[in-house]
């Protein structure tokens, strides 16, 4: 089924998974980019569908109901043509979208340190489950409990602090290339 394109081809959807501050949308956008696939974004999918921020949407409506709406719009994004979605961190967390994740295509997690995520979401308001007395406390307390679930993705790639978006999609194109039922090198 060659189109004669050189390069790489996305055979399945490649789901980025991990915590806030990981690089889940620009790592994906560089990405999407180098194998010519779609880029999507399930939290710009809830903000548009709902006119809402996301901290708007918690604050308002809930985290539960926030969460059933990203599971409706994942579900939604992943029936299209194979693209690299990024995702909320806590999407992965519930089971309904690990098994959509799984049936469509791969979940590839972002592994960042602590520190370094602290470093990049420090500074940012736009996160409200750090809107507590203590950001970083609670940052860590997500890191712990959220990274066991992470690693159950099929796929993962460690960024190094000091790692440039491109490095870090280089090396996750690495590890996708391992898997040519996601991904075919042409």
Not at 86 to 94: C, M
Not at 152 to 161: F, G, H, I, Q
């Amino acid at each position: 089924m060659g189109s004669g394109a050189e390069g790489p081809h996305l055979r399945r959807s490649v789901v980025l998974v991990g915590m806030m501050g990981s690089g889940k949308t620009a790592v994906g956008k560089a990405l999407a980019a180098r194998v010519g696939a779609p880029f999507l974004d399930s939290d710009a999918a809830i903000e548009e569908a709902a006119n809402a921020s996301i901290a708007e949407i918690f604050a308002r409506d809930g985290e539960p109901f926030f969460r059933d709406r990203e599971a409706e719009v994942i579900a939604r994004l992943l029936t299209g043509p194979p693209a690299i979605l990024s995702t909320g961190g806590g999407a992965y967390l519930a089971e309904r979208n690990r098994r959509a994740i799984t049936d469509a295509g791969v979940a590839l997690w972002l592994d960042v340190d602590l520190e370094t995520l602290w470093d990049r979401v420090r500074h940012k308001d736009t996160r409200p489950l750090l809107r507590t007395a203590d950001p970083r406390g609670t940052l860590a307390s997500l890191y712990e409990k959220r990274v066991p679930i992470y690693r159950l993705a099929d796929l993962s790639v460690r960024s190094e602090p000091g790692f440039s978006i491109e490095d870090t999609a280089s090396r996750a194109l690495d590890v996708l290339a391992t898997r040519p039922d996601i991904l075919e090198l042409s």
